[in-house]
Structure formats: C-alpha cells, structure tokens
C-alpha cells in the first residue's frame, strides 16, 4: 500500500487530469446523488409534503397550528 501510494504521488499529472482525479474522488468521498442534487437543485427520491396529516409533527402538540 505504501509504495503505491509513493508511486501515485511521484507520478506527473496536467492539471487537467488532476482537476479530473479530485473531481472523481470527491464524487465518490459525496455520493454521485448528492452531487446531481447539488447541481440540479431537485431531490432523486419521492418528494414528501411537510404539511403532512399523519406521523411526527403533524399534531399541535403545546400550541395551535395556525401558528406555525
């Protein structure tokens, strides 16, 4: 692993292809998911309504809803 990872270090890169190396690494360090959301500015999953009628949140629990 050491001398690999000497050997990777040693080795002459353009800038291109290092931009294109720290791009790679940081999409996968990320998740490729993140980085489309990120971009697109659109979520891959369903989207969920936060006024939804049942689950966590959806009472009034210590105050009315019309406050909120």
Known sequence: MNT???????KEV?????LGMSG???ASIFGFGTIVRLVT??????NRSLNSSSGY???A???SKDNL
């Open 4 to 10: 690999q990872l000497s050997s990777l270090m040693e």
């Open 61 to 63: 629990y210590g105050g």
């Open 14 to 18: 353009s800038r291109k292809e290092f």
């Open 24 to 26: 790679l690494a940081i």
């Open 57 to 59: 949140g959806s009472s």
């Open 41 to 46: 500015g659109k979520s891959l999953t369903s």
